[in-house]
């Protein structure tokens, strides 16, 4: 699992009540992020659908009831990490997330989700500035 | 709560300028609801056209709105006009894939019209544009 | 000086870097909470006014490099709290912001802008979810 | 950064429908740069149409901008169109008042012209209108 780096100074967190209707403001905040590292439209959009992916995955499985999620950028990759305290174990199960998956896999340059050991549930993506070819 | 809203008043002949436009978008993408829809019905076809944002947060209330729309008519021929839609996740295209299964069960359609850039990328990727489009690809 | 409510399960909370083009993500953040809460055109327009004002005026006088922002609905009031690390305390002349201050007086309900006395500088406004009559 | 841009092509002859208006208003509005002006020079005017947001990240540009647009011509007459401006805070105003006050000292003019509603109700809770808009209310 690569590791976010440890200090970052330019680092944006955002914490969200665990709550579909939440997933807006993290998109809206993730564009914003975007916009100011001079991301293209089509990553812009790219980055929208992953960090949303990413809260409905979490707030799915979540039993507590926050989302916490930290965008950073490292050299030219974005890098979003989300962490939400899990609830059932069992509804990690990958099946239900296979059309998630199936779209993180094109569209971030890679991403991983699942419980940490420590109760806690993390989902991670990264994603170069550079626009991925379908 | 997404409603069924009326059509928005902006004729051709009133275009917005390129400034208002500007304006407007700002204003609008501040305050615009996350989902409404408008229904046309001519005698083949109910078209329902869809503005805003598909997630976890509305897709079920698109699903409702789609079937209240075709309510009195199982064999329903749908239209879903998608050039609205600025945002598609995951469980919007799941949402649009069973509506579109339970209609077809009942002896209607549905397809998607003029998909918005974003929904269209989304409907490429997961291979879902065949099942969803039909014959409708944008030109 | 109101304190706000100690435990809410639902608000939202923003960490930004110390830098001006962050300001436009809390705003389109605080659209998002705003509307989430059922507000009107004109008081998400005056919410994004405050939250700006209150942004801008905390990374004048911070010292750190992280302005830190949290949302909550009470009652049918959004409160909005920013702190930040005080740099220079003679930076928090009313003068410098009091066409601010002018504006905040008429778009907010309360607001209030000082040393905390431990090196922090807090913001704090609230805006009741009713249209403020001009 | 902003940058001096072309006019947008968007004729009133190719009005968007309402609906590709909203998913336009949503892709741009993630998208949109903060500032942006276009200028145009008529024999007595010079009008600066500005799109965005004017705030303490944009008003140093903005000012910039005008300036640069009146650049050869002390006794500039300059329109700014505000009707493209979602969003304005104290440091725009102030930057307003900054960039007509160094105008006017130099033998020239600055109106706003077309404020935005956002605009507006700042203009006039602030009491910068009188001075800003000069004779120009919105009707
Ligand atoms: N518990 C889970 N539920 C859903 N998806 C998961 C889970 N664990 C991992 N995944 C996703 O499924 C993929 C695992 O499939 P795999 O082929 O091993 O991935 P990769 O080839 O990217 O390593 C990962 O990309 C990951 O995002
Ligand atoms: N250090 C400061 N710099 C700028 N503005 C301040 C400062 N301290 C307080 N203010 C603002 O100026 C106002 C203080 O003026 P005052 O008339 O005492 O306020 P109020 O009548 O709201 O209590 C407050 O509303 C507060 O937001």
């Known amino acids: 699992m690569r590791e976010p780096p440890g200090t970052i100074a330019e680092s944006v967190e955002i914490s969200i009540p665990s709550d579909a209707r ?4 993290v998109r809206l905040a993730t564009s914003a992020v975007a916009s100011i590292v001079d991301a293209d439209v089509d990553t812009i959009d790219d ?11 979490l707030i799915e499985v979540a039993r507590g009831d926050k989302i916490s999620l930290r965008l950073w950028l490292d050299g030219d990759t974005i890098g979003i990490e ?4 899990l609830g059932d174990a069992a509804a990690l199960d990958a099946e239900r997330f296979s059309l998630s998956d199936q779209i993180l896999r094109v569209i971030t340059d890679d991403h991983e ?9 993390r989902f991670w993506i990264s994603r170069s500035l550079a626009p991925v070819q379908v | 709560m997404p409603v069924v809203r009326p059509a928005q008043t902006l004729a051709p002949d009133s275009a917005p300028s390129p400034a208002d436009l500007a304006g407007m978008v700002s204003r609008m993408s501040e305050v615009s609801p996350p ?8 005698s083949s076809t109910i078209t ?8 976890t947060a509305t897709s079920p209330e698109l699903e409702r709105l789609v079937r209240q729309a075709c309510n009195d008519d199982a064999r329903a021929i749908v239209e879903l006009d998608l050039s609205g839609v600025g945002f598609i996740d995951s469980s919007g295209l799941r ?7 339970a209609i077809t069960e009942s002896g209607g359609s549905l397809r998607v019209v003029r998909p918005s850039s974003q929904v269209e990328r989304l409907l490429e990727l997961t291979g879902l544009g065949e099942t969803l489009l039909g014959s409708d690809r944008r030109g």
Chains 1, 3 share one sequence.
């Not at chain 1, 989700?113 to 549930?121: E, I, L, T, V, W």
């Open chain 1, 82 to 85: 989300g962490t939400t305290v």
């Open chain 1, 47 to 57: 980055l929208r659908v992953a960090v949303d992916e990413m809260c409905a995955a």
């Open chain 2, 35 to 42: 989902l409404s829809v408008r229904v046309e019905r001519s």
């Open chain 1, 113 to 121: 989700f699942g419980a940490d050991g420590n109760g806690s549930c």
């Open chain 1, 22 to 25: 939440y997933v807006r403001l």
């Open chain 2, 95 to 101: 949402a649009l894939v069973v509506t579109q299964q």
């Open chain 2, 48 to 55: 329902v056209q869809v503005n805003g944002e598909i997630d």
